[in-house]
Structure formats: structure tokens, C-alpha cells
């Protein structure tokens, strides 16, 4: 049981919560960017995803916010990626739950 709250449960509440806080940042002539709102919920996982970080040393202010902009647009788009595939891997481990039963959950890497 421990596996399904880790693996199914932690993720999707995760997810339901950063899109409930998120949703209204995205609203738009009443209807909602679905492209900038799965950006801004992959920021949390993209962010300790990146391998590199681009570190603005000799610009002005507006450069060096451009840099910390793109960061975030990276570390966002990487985290959409890692989003996805999270919910994902919810979806296939909480049909093996389903059909194999509880006692018999196979280990999912």
C-alpha cells in the first residue's frame, strides 16, 4: 500500500494541487492557455531536473532577468516533460494495482 500512495496517490495530488493554485494565472478572454499552465505546473519538477543552469554574469538588469527568464522557461519545459510522464506511469501502475490486486504489485522503475 505504501507503493500506491507513493507511486499513484502523492503524484496525483501533487498535480490536482498545483493546477487548482495555477489555473487562474492562465485564464485568458475567459478561457484557459492549457500550454502556459502545463509550463508553469512543470516548473517545480523541471527546476531540479536541469543539468545546467545559465549563471548571468556581466549584464545589466534586464539581462541578467532575461537569463533567470530563461531558466525558468527551460527548467518549465523539462518539467512538462517529467509531468507527463508522471501521470503516466500513475495511469499504467494504477491499472496493474486494479487487475493484479493488491498483494501482487510489480516493481515499476
Known sequence: MKKMIKKVIAPVLVITVLFAVLRPFCIQDGKCNYFLLLLLMGIPFG???M??????????LGGMLAV?????????LIGSIVLLAMIGQAIIYLCVFLITGIHKIPRIK
Request: aromatic share 18%; hydrophobic share 55%; charged share 15%.
Open 68 to 76: 533567470w527568464m530563461m531558466n525558468f522557461l527551460i527548467g518549465g
Open 51 to 60: 543539468c545546467v543552469w545559465m549563471v548571468p554574469r556581466g549584464f545589466d
Open 47 to 49: 527546476i531540479g531536473k
